[in-house]
């Protein structure tokens, strides 16, 4: 099987393009990595789903991926290349096949990557379709983030009973008091399933304002009020996560 040399990675449990990627992300070295050239139904089957590789194919590819560290080679013990001479896409399994992580690649390397695909034949996979995966295409990275953010946020105050810090920001995010700490927490995390808004980013910004000492929100008297500027005012619609 080809192997493909010295190019870089940045495997999440999302697949983000390249122009997603963050200082921060843990970016992989990688000297050796498998290549698999498929056609382009069993590469959308791959991307599109779940899907669980069988016990030859991971002992096939076993500690195949290195990477360099600190001057030091390691491994990455499930990992490979896949592509159908159009697309490439970089993908880490687990112990049982599954697909856990992907990686898109840089255009200049892909690009390479893609001008070699004449050279090799067809490889046929076996795996099984376990589910439908289930993508946003329509928002960007920061978008997901922030919606994540604020479904976790949501779900520890609920759970927590944060009551008066949840009706303020029912009350921020849609203009009317509600007392009903159910309803609140449901309706607001219906409002994470529609498309990003404003009032998102405001929602986002607001209960990072809240863990902020000389901005913090006054939740243990129940008053319903900043003690400074507005949310807008005081950190700006944006916030990077």
Same mark, same amino acid.
């Given at each position: =099987?080809p192997?493909i040399y010295?190019?870089?990675l !940045?495997?999440?449990?999302?697949?983000?393009?390249?122009y997603?990627?963050?200082?921060?992300d843990?970016?992989?070295?990688?000297?050796? #990595?498998?290549l698999f050239? /498929?056609?382009?139904? /069993?590469?959308?089957? $791959?991307?599109d789903?779940?899907?669980?590789?069988n016990?030859?194919f991971? +002992?096939?590819?076993?500690?195949?991926c @290195?990477f360099? *560290?600190n001057?030091?080679?390691?491994?990455?013990?499930?990992?490979?290349?896949?592509t159908?001479?159009?697309? /490439?896409v970089a993908?880490m +399994?687990?112990?049982?096949?599954?697909?856990?992580?992907? &990686?898109?690649? =840089? +255009?200049? @390397?892909?690009? @390479? $990557?893609?001008?070699l695909?004449h050279?090799?034949?067809? #490889?046929?996979?076996?795996?099984r379709?376990?589910?439908?995966?289930?993508? !946003?295409?329509f928002q *960007?990275?920061?978008?997901?983030?922030i919606?994540?953010? #604020?479904?976790? @946020?949501?779900?520890?105050d609920?759970?927590k009973?944060?009551i008066?810090k949840?009706?303020?920001?029912?009350?921020e995010?849609?203009?009317?008091?509600?007392?009903?700490i159910?309803?609140?927490?449901?309706?607001?995390?219906a409002e994470?399933?529609?498309? $990003?808004n404003?009032?998102?980013?405001?929602l986002?910004?607001?209960?990072?304002? &809240?863990?902020s000492?000389? !901005?913090?929100? !006054?939740?243990?008297?129940?008053?319903? =009020?900043?003690?400074?500027?507005?949310? *807008?005012?005081? /950190?700006?619609?944006?916030? =990077?996560?």
């Open positions: =099987m192997y010295d190019i870089v !940045n495997f999440n449990q999302e697949f983000y393009e390249f997603e990627w963050k200082r921060d843990l970016i992989y070295h990688i000297k050796k #990595i498998n050239f /498929v056609d382009s139904k /069993v590469y959308n089957e $791959i991307f789903n779940i899907v669980v590789f016990n030859d991971l +002992l096939s590819i076993f500690n195949k @290195e360099c *560290t001057h030091r080679i390691c491994n990455i013990p499930y990992a490979f290349l896949l159908d001479s159009y697309r /490439v993908l +399994l687990n112990k049982n096949g599954r697909i856990i992580k992907y &990686s898109s690649l =840089m +255009l200049d @390397e892909e690009e @390479e $990557i893609l001008n695909c050279k090799y034949s067809l #490889i046929k996979l076996d795996y379709i376990v589910e439908l995966r289930i993508k !946003n295409e *960007t990275r920061e978008e997901k983030n919606i994540k953010y #604020i479904k976790r @946020e949501l779900e520890k609920y759970e009973k944060n008066n949840l009706k303020y920001l029912y009350y995010y849609f203009n009317k008091q509600n007392d009903n159910d309803l609140i927490y449901q309706e607001l995390l994470l399933s529609k498309d $990003i404003i009032r998102h980013y405001n986002c910004n607001l209960i990072k304002l &809240s863990y000492g000389k !901005n913090a929100l !006054n939740w243990q008297k129940g008053e319903f =009020m900043l003690k400074y500027r507005t949310i *807008t005012e005081e /950190v700006g619609l944006c916030f =990077m996560i």
